[in-house]
């Protein structure tokens, strides 16, 4: 019988790790949703993977601070078409998460509102509106003083600011290297941030970064990121980068005989969650 368990992981960034057990012997199609307020989503790069009897993976972009469901489909396979439910979590976090969406370690923490100096916090106009758009055409009739109308669907958010400050020197070349090197964001807020119910995992397409420096020249410490974005569906593929590499295991183990001493007594899935032991 197929099985889906899901456990916090606090890091950088916070996310979610997930076990799938009980496929069965042989390649298994599978998708993986997640649930977080009533919105209900893939895990980004988990659509019809293959898997056999057994996997595990991480979601780096779990919404933060709610409760969050992941459910197991399994298209085809063994055992044949079925589902599985995993038990609700919710990811602790004192803060939000801006990220890049193909490389998660390189992430900055948001606070919403500033208590130290190497705090990234939110501007006070930030979240404070949403726009949402619908592709709408008018076409004049001959005769007709009303003109008829083509229409799309309405889009997801765009306009959204998610601009920051910042004070630290580190900070702030962090997220410089952040927006330097992608267009393609994910901003996580947390639950109490606005009133405009934001979706836990928002995937931004962000066009324009702007860097203001505040009275730098009179001695200002302050740099202000001007952020504005639109809403976009998350990349089909996974993270470019892993947790762990094989030079990471050459490095921390020399032989073969090191490495099997180290996971003697366990199973190919507590090798995958963590193969330098521990």
């Known amino acids: 019988m197929a099985e889906i368990m899901a456990e916090p992981l606090l890091g950088t960034p916070d996310g979610a790790g ?3 057990t009980g496929l069965g012997v042989g390649p298994s199609v ?9 919105n209900r989503k893939t895990v980004q790069g988990e659509r019809r993977v293959i898997m056999n009897d057994a996997g595990y993976l991480v979601d780096h972009f779990a919404p933060l601070g709610r409760d969050v469901t992941y459910e197991l489909e399994v298209l085809s396979g063994p055992l044949g078409p079925t589902r599985a439910l995993a038990a609700p979590i919710m990811v602790p976090s004192t803060t939000g998460w801006l990220s890049d969406a193909l490389v998660p370690q390189n992430s900055v923490p948001l606070v919403g509102r500033r208590t130290s100096k190497g705090d990234v916090y939110l501007q006070g106009e930030a979240l404070a509106a949403l726009e949402y758009q619908s592709d709408i055409s008018l076409y004049q009739v001959m005769g007709n003083s009303e003109p008829m109308a083509l229409f799309g669907p309405r889009m997801a958010a765009s306009g959204v600011d998610t601009s920051v400050g910042t004070r630290s020197e580190a900070e702030n070349a962090r997220l410089q290297d952040l927006l330097r090197s992608t267009a393609q964001l994910v901003f996580r807020p947390l639950p109490e941030w606005g009133d405009l119910g934001l979706e836990g995992t928002m995937y931004l397409a962000n066009p324009t970064a702007r860097r203001v420096d505040v009275n730098r020249r009179h001695g200002g410490e302050v740099t202000w990121w001007e952020l504005k974005s639109a809403q976009v569906a998350a990349p089909a593929i ?7 590499s094989y030079g990471d295991v050459e490095i921390m183990l020399s032989t073969y005989q090191q490495k099997q001493d180290l996971m003697a007594g366990k199973k190919y899935l507590d090798d995958l969650k963590n193969p330098l032991g521990g």
């Open 18 to 20: 997930i076990t799938i």
């Open 30 to 38: 599978v998708t993986i949703w997640r649930t977080a307020d009533n």
């Open 238 to 244: 996974r993270v470019l980068t892993g947790t762990f």
